[in-house]
Structures are given as structure tokens and as C-alpha cells.
């Protein structure tokens, strides 16, 4: 008996960003499109941006693209495909204006333009510096303000939501397809299978994956799974960014604008030690390069507090009126998570996990490219995939601040016309393959049945401790080797994790046994790939490969979960009209 | 740390009933949370929805020790125990913490709350001065967590036709928008004995607010508007 089927022009999983920009393409073009989200839109990891979102409009100065291109590519440095970027840094101006005219928050200048404030590695005239007033922002609550107005502007398109649904499995048919995907009805338990002409993944993030993580419960890389799962490799995945300034101890976020408003750090001496390791840039470098700062200052013994585990960010010399104007949510975050006032006491914080620069690998358009033959990037007909889930990749090694929102707008709506130009082409639904919907039965068996197993909430605390330990801010290779060797064993055990739990109703702990599912091929991704990677670039640095290496490694991972096998795949050095931004050496 | 929460499995349950948990928590447990957390490795029964864990999602909206709050940032040294928690009041129950939003998003939605402007955009931003933009602050902020509306009698006795507190401030976020142009359909939206005027000012929306909004202050803007218009 196979699963009741609901048919639909094209499926979007995932009602973040990226996936409601996707959906109000859609929508507006009159699309049968049906958006999975397993939590209410506003309530998708988006809503946690702070900051900004990076677009050169020049309001607070002479600004360009092409600037900010090059900020891209070095912050990437150089693995980003700068097609990609020069695409994104070209598009992100429109993207700011359609979000302004949508009716989207933005704090205000003087004469009525959008404000924009620094931030780390954005800089004017291609690196020299001074750094650039770049990111539009409301307050510190620009992912709040901006999901919500996405959200709006689909309730205004009539855009068709399934909340509380979580997607499963892809269903492809013998060519390789792309003819649907699998979903649970969170509230009954129902599996359906949505048959569609086309699947767009905007699934986020997964940095559950570590132990301290800046993330949602929710960014479980779910479209990860689900693609690696079908067949498709992961791009990338050793790429993590630790994002500098986590709350010491309960890993909150504290935007990267406290310092572009002015806030800097200090160690335990009272030193604001980003000067000696980024002379031009100092607080406002990029946030691989000041996260290890950070853990060398804590490493050599320079920390603060009683276990010298944390460093200090100090921001009371901005005076109460301006924390209160532009960043009030984070003083309404130290004081609940930290038990400090920042307009009065510098906040403890730590580099913590942030975001994955790595996924599903895509073009600039938000085609899901796989190998075919002996081509590296064949498009896979029918699958699209956009925002932090997908590697398009514009932030290659590391991602600069501002870019994750610039990137979900962007490509959100980049992935959404490439939908509907292949909807256009391709008027009829293929036909489901016979066997469809049978990996997901077979899991939900699996897991009804299985007796003598561990719990999801031990097996989930082993993965998390296995990617901290092994895989952070700086890499070893007996840890990463012993990394990939833990991990598989965790593998093992995630294939027999038992619930207690066999309701039908509305029942998570079936939720967070199948969100482990796709955390563990993450995790295993990463680390394999962490491992191979035999130099220090951006977000990945080895101790026992200290320098980049672009003879041998300007190259992007492709991992296979058959086999767990590896391929290797160029970077695009070729922008779509101007001149290749040649490497060089990264400094700040 | 003693708990005593709200268990109902319509799958199971022929009524719902309060289970005590008695948790050893750790040094790192600082939010009610982080205790629920710890309560569901214990038994994976028991279901809640949560997300962001830092206050800005909205998901972990309950009824803490008889007042609507968020888990994620009610310190657990503040709370008396036993702690009993329930779900949201006036809600249909879906399982154990988890409550049906439905009628409360209708409300929501109800208002149209996205920005009505039919003039073609300019080339650049729609200018808006900084004196204007901060006519949104204390409005925009809002995380649709529904602890103002299922904290509100208004709402209990007429989900269905009163818009709540929640719907009405974000009805008052754009009506206070310099950009949008649909003022007066918006306010014929409203001008209802029941959608707008159901509220009595009881403020039990101001108080449970865990963002630190006041849609008591917003609604008696609308009213404003309203009486305005008429003269």
C-alpha cells in the first residue's frame, strides 16, 4: 500500500528566507506550489539575523558592487565561484529595494534612505579600506524584520502553506528526475507524498551538528539528508563558521554590529588584541580570522573569568542612547543570557558555531548541479535548492557577515524563476516511479519497530560531542582522523535509535528521530571532508597544513553518502563580466 | 527542581491529567527550557514546540505558573515550584503543550497585515524619515508567540470575531506606516463592536508581553484614529 498522493505544480520545503522568496515567485505567477514548513514561517531560523544584509546602495558613502564582490572573494578566500558572487553582489541592491517596497523596517537615514551600518570585511575600493557602511539593517532585528515582511508579502500573494508538515524523503524517478518528495503531517502523522514537476529545498542551516551552536533546534539540515539520501553529493561541508561572538556558556548570538557600531574586544589583560593580529581591519576583520584570534588569546592562557574560557566584548563607551537605538535586542540578550548590562559591563562570548558555508551544490540560477558522466555540474531536472542549505557558493571557505541574507533573497528568488521557467518547459506531472514513497516507509518502520535501541536524545549528544571536539575552530589530524572513525560509529547507532513514544499525534520525539537521520549525514560529510582537506583555508585550518594551498586545493569537496567517497570539483575563477579576481594572500 | 505539567495524548488519553517530573538539573540549565529539555530525554512523551531557544521565534509560548511566557527566557531561578505548566489558555489542545494556532492566525491575517501601496515603486527606496520609522518601533517587534492574545478574556470569550491583542498592534503597524495608503479600509476593517472594540483595556496583554510591547496603547491609537475620522 503505498502513501495517498497530493499533487502540486512544484514543492518548497522550507518557509525561511530563501524559501519565502522563492514561494511569492511563485505565487505571484499563479503557480499551484505547495511550501512545507515543519514550524509556523516566522518562526525559521531567519527571524535570528541580526545584524544586516550586505548591499552596496552607497547611502552612507561611495559604494559598489564590484566592491563588494571583492570583499566576497577574498572573504571567501577564493574558493567562492565568483560567477555566483558577481551575480549576488549585483542583485543585492534590487533585493534591498523590492524588501523596501514590500514594506520591510529598515532604520532610516537623515533624507530618508535606508541606513546602513560597517561590518566585518566589508571595505571601500577593493580591500584597501577604509571599511564601507554596507549592511541595511533594522535595529539589531534585521532577520526578524525581514521574515516578517516576507511572510506578509505572502499572505498578500495568497502563497499555499503546509505548517507544521516536515519533508522526508525526494522521490526521482529512473532517469534521475525529480517527481516529488515524502512528508509528515506534523498533528496527525500522516505521510503524503507530494507529486510535483518540480522541489525547491530551503531547508537552512544544520549547525546542530555541534554541541555550542548559535542555531535553532530546528536547523537539523533536513534538504541535506534528503538530497544525499537520493543520490546527490554534499559541496563543501568542512566549512563551518564559528561565529566570534556567541554568549560565553549558552552560545545566543551577539551581532557582528556591535563591533561595527564601534564595540571591540579585549582580552583578560584588558588588550584589545585584534590590532596585533588585523592591523587595518582590527575587530572588523573577517570572522574566521578574529574567531581565531579569539581562540589563541584563550589557548595562550589570555582568556577572562574564572576558567579564562571566554573573551570580552566591550560596547558601554557607545553610550546607553545609541545601544538602545540600534542594538536593543542585544542588550536584552546579555541581560537575560549573560546577567550583564553592555550598556554598563563588557558581554563574555566565545566563537560558536554559526553557519554551514557548505550544501547543496547549485548554480547561480539555483539548480541543483550533480556529476553526471564527465560532467562535474550536471543540472539535476527538477531540483532547486536556495539560501544556507544550498553551496552556489558565493562564500566558498568563509562567509562574510550581511552575506547569508544577501544570499536568501538573491538566490531565493534566483531558484524561484529558474522554477518557473522549467514549470513553463515542462507542462505535464512524470510519472511516480513504482516504488515511490518506499525509503520513507521503511525508515517510519524501522523506527515504530525497533526494540533494545538508544535514545535520540544520547545518540544526538554523541554526534554533537564527536563534531565539537573534532571538527571546530582549529583542526588537528589525529582529531580529525579519530573524528571521522567516532562518527561512523555514531552512523551506526543512529540506525538503531528506539522512541518511547508511538503516538500519532503531534509527536516529536518521532520528529527528532528523523531530524537525526539528516544530522548524521551532515556530520559524517563534514568530517570526511574536514579530513581530506590537506591545507588552511578560510574556515578550515589545519595545524598540521597551515598555509592555503592553491595548487593543490582551490577546489570544492563533493561527498557521496555511497560509500562515504570523496570527488573534487573547480571553482568558477570566472565572473560573468568582469575580470577574475586573482588570488593572493588574505590579510587584514 | 519540581514540575508538574499538563499531559493530554488524544491518541491515549481519555482526559488530560498533571505528571510530575522531579528533575536534577545542571549548573548550564538556566532557562524553564532548558528543564524541559532535560524532562523530555527522560520521557520522550511529552511534546513541546520550540525553536530559536533566545526569545525571538515565539514557539515556546505556555502558561508558566498560572502567567503566559516563553520557556526559552524564563529563568528558572525566578520560578516557585512546583512549577506547573500548561498550554496556552482558550486553545483547543492539540497534545500536552502543543496548542491549536489556528484561530489565532486567522486573526492575524484578518487584519492584512502586509503593506497596501498601489503608487508604482520609485527606482530608489520609498523615503521615509527617521521620526517616521520610529512611529513602528514598539510595533513591528511583535513574535505572534500569542501569549497576549490567550492571556486576554476578550479573546477567550470571541476568538472568532474579537482581533486580539496581537492582530490589533500589527493592524496599528501599518495604519502608523508613512508608506502604506489603505488607512481607511483598515480602519472600516475594524470598526466592528467586536473586532476592535471588545477591548477593555485590562492590559493583560501589556503584562505578559515577553517582548515588552503595548497593544493596549496601540489599540487606543486605533481608537483614536477612529474617533478623528468621524469629525
Known amino acids: 500500500m503505498s502513501f495517498p498522493v497530493r499533487k502540486f505544480d512544484a514543492v518548497i520545503v522550507g518557509a525561511g528566507g530563501s524559501g519565502l522568496r522563492a514561494s511569492l515567485q511563485l505565487a505571484e505567477a499563479g503557480y499551484n506550489v505547495a511550501v512545507l514548513s515543519k514550524v509556523f514561517p516566522t518562526r525559521s531560523h531567519t527571524v535570528a539575523a541580526q545584524g544586516g544584509v550586505g548591499a552596496a546602495l552607497g547611502n552612507m558613502g561611495e559604494d559598489s558592487w564590484h566592491w563588494h564582490m571583492y570583499d566576497t572573494v577574498k572573504g571567501s578566500d577564493w574558493l567562492g565561484d565568483q560567477d555566483a558572487i558577481e551575480f549576488m ?350 525509503l520513507t516507509r521503511a525508515r517510519l518502520n524501522r523506527l515504530n519497530n525497533q526494540t533494545g535501541g538508544e535514545s535520540v536524545s544520547e545518540v544526538g549528544a554523541a554526534l554533537r560531542d564527536t563534531m565539537q571536539r573534532t571538527c571546530g575552530v582549529f583542526r588537528f589530524p589525529d582529531l580529525l582522523e579519530s573524528g571521522v572513525r567516532e562518527i561512523k560509529e555514531v552512523e551506526q547507532r543512529v540506525a538503531r535509535t528506539e522512541i518511547k513514544d508511538k503516538s500519532k499525534v503531534f509527536n516529536t520525539a518521532r520528529v527528532e528521530a528523523l531530524e537525526l537521520d539528516n544530522l548524521i549525514e551532515v556530520a559524517v560529510a563534514s568530517l570526511v571532508s574536514a579530513e581530506a582537506r590537506k591545507e588552511s583555508r578560510g574556515a578550515h585550518d589545519r595545524a598540521d597544513f597551515a598555509e592555503r594551498d592553491d595548487v593543490n586545493w582551490l577546489k570544492h569537496s563533493l561527498w557521496f553518502k555511497e560509500g562515504s567517497k570523496l570527488d573534487y570539483k573547480a571553482v568558477h575563477m570566472e565572473p560573468l563580466t568582469v575580470e577574475t579576481i586573482a588570488p593572493k594572500v588574505r590579510t587584514y | 527542581m519540581l514540575f508538574k505539567i499538563y499531559r493530554y495524548d488524544p491518541d491515549k488519553d481519555a482526559k488530560p491529567y498533571m505528571q510530575e517530573y522531579d528533575v536534577e538539573l545542571q549548573s548550564t540549565d538556566r532557562m524553564l527550557l532548558d528543564a524541559l529539555i532535560r524532562i523530555k530525554a527522560m520521557d520522550d512523551t511529552l511534546s513541546l514546540r520550540r525553536s530559536c531557544r533566545e526569545g525571538v521565534c515565539g514557539s515556546d509560548a505556555m502558561n508558566i505558573n498560572g502567567k503566559n511566557g516563553l520557556a526559552c527566557i524564563t529563568k528558572l531561578s525566578d520560578l516557585k515550584t512546583p512549577v506547573e505548566i500548561r498550554p496556552l489558555p482558550g486553545m483547543p489542545v492539540i497534545r500536552d503543550l502543543v496548542v491549536d494556532m489556528s484561530q489565532f492566525f486567522k486573526q492575524y491575517h484578518s487584519v492584512k497585515p502586509f503593506l497596501v501601496n498601489d503608487t508604482p515603486p520609485p527606482d530608489k527606496e520609498r523615503k521615509q524619515s527617521p521620526e517616521e520609522r520610529a512611529e513602528l518601533d514598539g510595533l513591528y517587534e511583535c513574535i505572534l508567540c500569542a501569549c497576549c492574545s490567550t492571556s486576554c478574556p476578550s479573546f477567550w470569550w470571541n476568538p472568532d470575531k474579537f482581533v486580539g491583542p496581537a492582530g490589533l498592534l500589527q493592524a496599528y503597524r501599518f495604519l502608523a506606516d508613512s508608506r502604506d495608503q489603505a488607512t481607511s479600509e483598515r480602519l472600516d476593517n475594524l470598526e466592528d463592536p467586536y473586532r476592535l472594540f471588545r477591548c477593555h483595556s485590562i492590559m493583560n496583554c501589556v503584562d505578559v508581553c515577553p517582548k515588552g510591547l503595548n497593544p493596549t496603547k496601540a489599540i487606543g491609537k486605533i481608537k483614536d484614529m477612529l474617533v478623528k475620522r468621524m469629525v
Open chain 1, 89 to 438: 553582489c549585483r542583485e543585492a541592491p534590487k533585493s534591498i529595494l523590492e524588501l523596501e517596497h514590500f514594506g520591510m523596517p529598515f532604520d532610516r537615514n537623515e533624507d530618508g534612505t535606508v541606513y546602513q551600518r560597517p561590518f566585518g570585511g566589508h571595505m571601500q575600493n577593493f580591500g584597501a579600506g577604509p571599511a564601507v557602511q554596507r549592511s541595511c539593517c533594522a535595529a539589531d532585528r534585521t532577520g526578524h524584520a525581514m521574515l516578517h515582511t516576507l511572510y506578509q508579502r505572502n499572505v498578500r500573494a495568497n502563497a499555499n502553506f503546509f505548517v507544521e508538515w516536515m519533508a522526508l524523503d525526494l522521490i526521482r524517478d529512473d532517469s534521475g528526475q525529480v517527481v516529488g518528495v515524502t512528508a509528515m503531517e506534523m498533528e496527525s502523522g500522516d505521510v503524503f507524498i507530494f507529486h510535483a514537476k518540480a522541489v525547491l529545498f530551503a531547508t537552512g542551516g544544520a549547525g546542530r551538528v555541534y554541541a555550542s551552536s548559535t542555531n535553532a533546534f530546528i536547523n537539523t539540515g533536513d534538504g541535506l539528508g534528503i538530497v544525499s539520501r537520493a543520490g546527490i553529493p554534499l559541496e563543501d561541508m568542512e566549512f563551518w563558521q564559528f561565529h566570534p561572538t556567541g554568549v560565553s556558556g549558552a552560545g545566543v548570538l551577539i551581532t557582528e554590529g556591535v563591533r561595527g557600531e564601534g564595540g571591540y574586544l579585549l582580552n583578560k589583560d584588558g588588550e584589545r588584541f585584534m590590532e596585533r593580529y588585523a592591523p587595518n581591519a582590527k575587530d572588523l576583520a573577517s570572522r574566521d580570522v578574529v574567531a581565531r584570534a579569539m581562540a589563541t588569546e584563550i589557548k595562550e592562557g589570555r582568556g577572562c573569568g574564572e576558567g579564562a574560557d571566554h573573551v570580552l566584548l566591550k560596547l558601554d563607551h557607545l553610550g546607553e542612547q545609541l545601544i538602545d537605538s540600534k542594538l536593543p535586542g542585544i542588550r536584552e540578550i546579555a541581560k537575560k543570557f549573560a546577567n550583564v548590562d553592555p550598556a554598563r559591563d563588557p558581554i563574555p562570548v566565545v566563537p560558536t558555531c554559526h553557519y554551514m558555508m557548505g550544501g547543496i551544490p547549485t548554480n547561480y540560477r539555483g539548480e541543483v548541479v550533480a556529476p553526471r558522466g564527465s560532467d562535474m555540474e550536471a543540472v539535476v531536472p527538477g531540483l532547486y535548492a536556495a539560501g544556507e542549505c544550498a553551496c552556489a557558493s558565493v562564500h566558498g571557505a568563509n562567509r562574510l557577515g550581511t552575506n547569508s541574507l544577501t544570499d536568501l533573497l538573491v538566490f531565493g528568488k534566483s531558484a524561484g524563476n529558474s522554477t518557473i521557467e522549467f514549470l513553463k518547459e515542462n507542462k505535464s506531472h512524470k510519472e511516480l516511479p513504482s516504488d515511490a514513497g518506499e
